[in-house]
């Protein structure tokens, strides 16, 4: 088996030259961020690119830990070369920077920095990709949030912190937190200079009890402290609320004692049936009664605040989305007796299947979910490309319409104005 510098010697052909465009830093709190987020390209999701875990024809390759587990490491090596250089190339850059995006929010896996330490049985090899999209980044004018996205043992079980498993076991064993802080600093020493952010980690799961939460909070402090000392005061910190609600992080890494720090909210309506059964006007009500008073309210007194994750999917009907050979809510296909809500047909999939209705609920949801972001620090759209889940495509959306080329334009203006309590 190759070793990890193995992988990225063969690889550095791609690290980019020094831009010779200059960093210029973005003025948070006054400026919206307007972004999106590149997903499943440095990790792995099966409902974002489903040909890669069905051409391995192996159905108990389910993440990106399974990918490298039940494949020889070189099968699965070339693949993932290929993914890398093809999923997101500069011509996205130019597209996301001429949709009027000010962000790419970047996920990245542990095993994709070079630490050097074993990572088995992930593939490692990301990293100088990754160092080339930064290129990509600042020749297009577009400033970027570099987000660890799976960390050693997993911090939520979810398949997109690069394991699904019912039992994680990132805060439980502090050898696990250590080895994430020994990530962050690599992170900010080889890529402070070239970034506007540092996300220390992806939905830490603090509702998984006290040992998690206390753990999360111990973990962002240190990692805030390791960000300043590997690459000083410039990059913004970024922390999740560890699905806790933001309310619960009041007087949390507070100012002056730590500055340039943003809490990043993740806001989705659809991974439970009680979301799933709002109506289309209750969706818009929530976001409007609910999320942005508790944003606007939390952010001016605390931490920058963005939306990180949303999208304008008001189904789970995405195949896969719920882990690859897990079925949906909304239809009923992932068993256990839930309510059924109707068919996934022509709610997911291709655009061209999308009917006229569907499609102004699309941009409606679309807007009401932006001016959400905006009430705070702005927003970033998971996510930018899919294989065959166009609801949650940014770039789908820009073509069907239902999301506008000019982020400020609204077709449905005021949609908080009309709702009532």
Known sequence: MQTSGTVFSECTQLAPTPSSTPFVQFAYGSTPVRGVNLGGWFVLEPWITPSIFENTNNNAIVDEF????????????????????????????????AAGLTHVRIPVGYWSVPTNASVT????????????????????????????????GSQNGYDNSGQRTSSPQWALDQ???????????????????????????????????SAW??????????????????????????????FEGVDNWEGFLPFPQNTRVMMDYHEYQIFSDPELAR????????????????????????????????????????????GRGVGARWDGSIGGGGQVFGSCEGLTGN??????????????????????????????????????????SYQKGLEGGWIPQDPTQRLYPGLCNNTSS
């Open 121 to 152: 049985p992930y593939i490692p090899g990301a990293w100088p990709f990754m160092q080339r999209a930064l290129g990509w980044a600042r020749a297009h004018g577009i400033h970027v949030i570099v987000d660890l996205h799976g960390a050693q």
């Open 351 to 392: 655009w061209s299947t999308f009917s006229d209705d569907y499609i102004a609920t699309l941009r409606k949801y679309w807007e009401v979910q932006v001016d959400v972001g905006e009430a705070a620090d702005g927003w970033i759209y998971w996510t930018w490309k899919t294989e065959s889940a166009d609801e949650w």
């Open 279 to 322: 109506t289309e006007d209750e969706h818009i009500q929530f976001a409007c009664q609910n999320l942005l008073p508790t944003l606007a309210g939390f952010a001016p007194g605390n931490m920058w605040t963005i939306t990180g994750e949303w999208s304008t999917a008001t189904t789970d009907c995405a195949q896969w989305l719920n």
């Open 175 to 209: 050898d696990n937190v250590d080895a994430t802080l020994n990530v962050i600093q690599v992170i900010a020493s080889e890529l402070g200079p070239q970034v506007d952010a540092i996300e220390l980690l992806n939905e830490a799961a603090g509702f998984l009890g």
């Open 66 to 97: 399974t990918f490298g587990q039940m494949q020889d490491f070189q099968t699965a090596q070339g693949v993932l070369q290929q993914h890398w250089n093809t999923w997101i190339t500069e011509d996205d850059f130019i597209a996301i920077a």
């Open 213 to 242: 939460d206390s753990a999360v909070r111990s973990y962002w402090k240190n990692g805030y402290g390791v960000v300043r000392q590997a690459a000083g005061s410039n990059p913004v910190v970024v922390i999740g609320d560890a």
